[in-house]
């Protein structure tokens, strides 16, 4: 990872980086998914809700929401153990129907340890006015890769 000397991680090669991994999963290049801020302290990733991704009340559907939910944790996990990573288990609690033109995963990391990482993810849809309301909120173990 690039750094600037005494200042951590640079946000800027970070945010490319990360996106650079998100572009070699085809299934989040399907979804549409952007990783729209990864700095060293949270992750974005939105994704642009279209009616394929809609049940049959409207709403975005709540595999949609989970992978969100699942991605944004992995990406916060990559704080401490790079890309190596994997999601080891993950909670998910729908608070509200998601409607919208985006859905907006935010993850940060609350514990990073030696082999697994603790993550919280808040997902949030978007209307067209740009606010912002929550609808699930996620909490994951992210483990390092481990290659023998």
Known sequence: MMTDPGTG???AAMLALGRAVLAQQPFS???GAELT??????????IPIRADLLQQNGFARGGVLS???DNALTFAGGLTFGSAVLTSEFKINYVRPARGVAII???TLVYGGRRQAVCRADI???DDAGAEVLVAVA???IAA???S
């Open 9 to 11: 991680p640079r946000p």
């Open 29 to 31: 290049t399907m979804l």
């Open 37 to 46: 801020a990864f700095d060293g302290s949270i992750v974005e990733l939105t």
């Open 67 to 69: 992978y969100a939910a």
């Open 105 to 107: 995963a935010r993850a």
């Open 124 to 126: 949030f849809t978007r």
């Open 139 to 141: 909490q994951g173990t």
């Open 145 to 147: 890769i481990v290659t």
